[in-house]
């Protein structure tokens, strides 16, 4: 069982910053995929990035390629989402999710353990 708490939300201005961070339980961290995931209101849970359990292999969806990076850190259990040149189309609830497989895909249905969630919200 893996239990992730996010952190690192809040609001701020279109062009702005935020880091996400995504704290997980357990021993077996660097063994998972990691992704994150947003949803706006009215709208399906969608991928954000994903990095492998192996060699570090990020992928992004292409609304926020070039502008938000994914990290993670096995000694810290702990997953990052920078997140820059923010826009109002950013604004959503990010979840961090755990692939237990350690592919971190693009698809919701292949990760294992979800957090709570954490609100972003870019006003114009």
């Known amino acids: 069982q893996v239990q992730l708490v996010e952190t690192g939300g809040g609001l701020v201005q279109a062009g702005g910053s935020l880091r996400l961070s995504c704290a997980a339980s357990?021993?077996?961290?660097?063994?998972?995929?990691m992704g994150w995931f947003r949803q706006a209101p009215g709208k399906e849970r969608e991928f954000v990035a994903g990095i492998r359990r192996i060699g570090g292999f990020t992928t992004y969806a292409d609304t926020v390629k070039g502008r938000f990076t994914i990290s993670r850190d096995n000694a810290k259990n702990t997953v990052y989402l920078q997140m820059n040149s923010l826009t109002p189309e950013d604004t959503a609830v990010y979840y961090c999710a755990a692939d237990r497989w350690g592919v971190a895909g693009m698809m919701k249905g292949t990760y294992d353990y979800w957090g709570q969630g954490t609100q972003v919200t870019v006003s114009s």
């Open positions: 357990g021993r077996t961290f660097s063994s998972y995929g």
